[in-house]
């Protein structure tokens, strides 16, 4: 079956600018997760969806937001663009929603991802 | 605030060595998973360990989970040029936190 998709691939935004990234998760999967990682600071987790609500949140300001579909594909955006919002942001779809505490966690099949340059 | 701690941040080795990366975290992990990042590629799941003191093992991979489940270890044994990549740990508390990762670079 198709794996995860992410669009676009690349892209390339001026500082104040807003920008939508896009991902659709495998087939039957209805838990959606987003991650930025740098460098530096490894996989940050950025926020997560089930069934077209918000489970769980990272820490990032409110220029991060995102949503989900009925049909489980997610989008996410972050307005007013910084030059360290310069990362590869991924998804990653999996069966079931992250439940804290659980003794099995769904493993996550990722996107390509979708690196951004902020300029 | 929680942190799972992941040591070395780098590790360059000739083919044939062996290789070994660690998580630790400050609380209880219900469970623990292990990821592989190739450059350029993205993260692929490895394996899962739930159990106190399990170890499991892959082929020249060797996984452990500390009997506390505060910490974790990734061995490989006799390191090959395949085995470059990033290898990041992922665990269970009341939140998902990913490890820092390990950088394996193998020298032929």
């Known amino acids: 079956k198709a794996g995860v998709t992410q669009t676009p691939r690349y892209l390339i935004k001026t500082r104040g600018q807003q920008v939508t990234l896009s991902c659709s998760p495998i087939?039957?999967?209805?838990?959606v997760s987003w991650y930025q990682q740098t460098p530096g600071q490894g996989l940050q987790f950025l926020f997560e969806?089930?069934?077209?609500?918000?489970?769980n949140k990272g820490n990032f300001p409110g220029r991060f937001s995102g949503r989900q579909f009925s049909n489980s594909r997610s989008e996410m955006n972050v307005s007013t663009l910084e030059l360290g919002d310069s990362a590869l942001y991924l998804c990653?779809?999996?069966?079931?929603?992250?439940?804290?505490?659980?003794?099995?966690?769904?493993?996550?099949?990722f996107g390509e991802g979708s690196r951004l340059t902020v300029l | 605030g929680q942190q799972v701690m992941q040591i070395p941040q780098y590790q360059h080795v000739q083919e044939g060595e062996d290789f070994t990366t660690y998580c630790n975290s400050s609380t209880t992990l219900s469970n623990i998973q292990w990821y592989k990042q190739r450059p350029g590629g993205h993260p692929v799941f490895l394996i899962q360990l739930v159990k106190s003191g399990e170890v499991k093992k892959q082929k020249r991979l060797t996984f452990q989970f500390g009997e506390a489940k505060k910490n974790s270890s990734l061995h490989i044994t006799a390191t090959q040029t395949t085995d470059v990549g990033t290898y990041v740990c992922?665990?269970?508390?009341?939140?998902?936190?990913f490890g820092t990762g390990t950088r394996l670079q193998v020298f032929p």
């Open positions: 990653a779809s999996s069966f079931e929603p992250f439940h804290s505490g659980a003794l099995n966690t769904g493993e996550l099949f």
């Open positions: 087939s039957g999967h209805r838990s």
């Open positions: 992922r665990g269970n508390t009341d939140k998902l936190i």
């Open positions: 969806y089930f069934s077209e609500t918000q489970r």
